[in-house]
């Protein structure tokens, strides 16, 4: 018992977060040959979303993420690619989402 | 006794799986020019904390000979596994930022960025509670 | 004592009557630079005891995509795959939305 107890509070004290990363999606170079990279800007957008004891009852934070990169570019986006992961925690986790591009403005 | 629980142990951590989680394949356009085929691999270590403590506290109770430290091993695990709730996949590691950089490195491969027959390919190789969690993307650059 | 049993069922079936969600997988293709004309589509299906027979509401979701966008191009399509779970139950759903361009 004396063993589990130091071992529990050196745990609390260190945080050991850990992380899952679920998967990462790439598209969009269908066009690429066209595309001066010069002139291109590399985007990205981030969102979280706080779930505690697993009561979560929607999926916005990947609307919200679309939508940030949606707003940082106002011509094409190719390249794309969006990763999906989730940081562990005490009886909770942050589901997180990372989209990037590469903008073409118009 | 011992012997036999060293090996078993062993065992376990030298036998190595593959696991494949996710793919998804896009287009492959093979009519505008040569097909080169690329790939990067973005990898990193990984470990079920959990199974590492239930595991090395059963071998340490049965080393020592005390069944009170053997019985507290899956308590141990348990404990662990609830500070790391969450959904997974494949083991956790201690960092989520290795696989950002694959736009980046796709262009490295492929500088003119004109790529198709992406892959996206999600996969592990597992050694015990151990494993290498791999985010690969293939793909072909067309010259 | 009783009151806290009922208080529990209470909450079980209340957490049930709502669902939990997650996020099961998630794509995006080439945005294009003219997005007025955003196209949206949901498919959902249920699952009973853990037992699926067949992944037919996905197809229906891309049909209902492309009958928005007739004679066009669908470009900047988000997919997400979620799943609502309660107690006995799983909601399958795919939605889907794009850019519909019209020449």
């Known amino acids: 018992m004396k063993i589990l107890s130091v071992c529990f509070a050196y745990l609390l004290l260190t945080g050991c977060a850990s992380h899952s990363v679920h998967f990462v999606h790439v598209d969009g170079f269908e066009d690429a040959a066209d595309i001066d990279l010069s002139e291109a800007i590399y985007i990205e957008s981030r969102s979280e979303q706080q779930v505690v004891l697993g009561l979560v009852f929607d999926t916005t934070y990947v609307d919200q993420a679309y939508q940030n990169l949606l707003n940082q570019c106002d011509g094409e986006i190719h390249a794309v690619s969006s990763q999906y992961s989730t940081t562990h925690g005490i009886l909770q986790w942050t589901n997180k989402i990372l989209m990037k591009g590469v903008c073409l403005e118009s | ?143 | 004592m009783k009151s806290v049993w009922q208080l529990i069922l209470l909450s079980i079936i209340g957490m049930n009557l709502f669902g939990c969600m997650s996020l099961a997988s998630l794509s995006l293709t080439q945005v294009p630079a003219d997005r007025n004309n955003l196209v949206v589509s949901q498919a959902h299906d249920w699952v009973f005891m853990g037992i699926v027979t067949q992944n037919d509401f996905a197809d229906q979701a891309v049909n209902d995509l492309q009958k928005q966008c007739r004679n066009g191009k669908l470009t900047g399509i988000l997919t997400k795959y979620q799943m609502t779970f309660y107690l006995l139950a799983v909601k399958r759903e795919v939605v889907a939305s794009g850019y519909c361009q019209r020449s």
């Open chain 2, 1 to 143: 006794m011992h012997r036999i629980t060293v090996g078993f142990f062993a065992s376990i951590v030298l036998t190595s799986c593959a696991r494949l989680d996710h793919i998804h394949i896009s287009d492959i356009d093979q009519s505008t020019g040569i097909l080169t085929p690329i790939s990067v691999a973005m990898n990193e270590q990984a470990i079920e904390t959990s199974e590492v403590a239930t595991l090395s506290t059963a071998l340490v109770g049965v080393l020592l000979d005390s069944p009170k430290i053997s019985e507290n091993a899956d308590e141990l695990g348990d404990l662990i596994h609830l500070m790391h709730l969450g959904p997974r996949t494949g083991n956790p590691t201690s960092n989520d930022r290795y696989a950002e950089n694959v736009l980046e490195q796709l262009y490295i491969q492929c500088p003119s960025g004109n790529i198709t027959g992406l892959r996206s390919i999600r996969e592990s190789t597992t050694y015990g509670p151990v494993s290498g969690e791999i985010v690969r993307i293939a793909a072909f650059c067309i010259h």
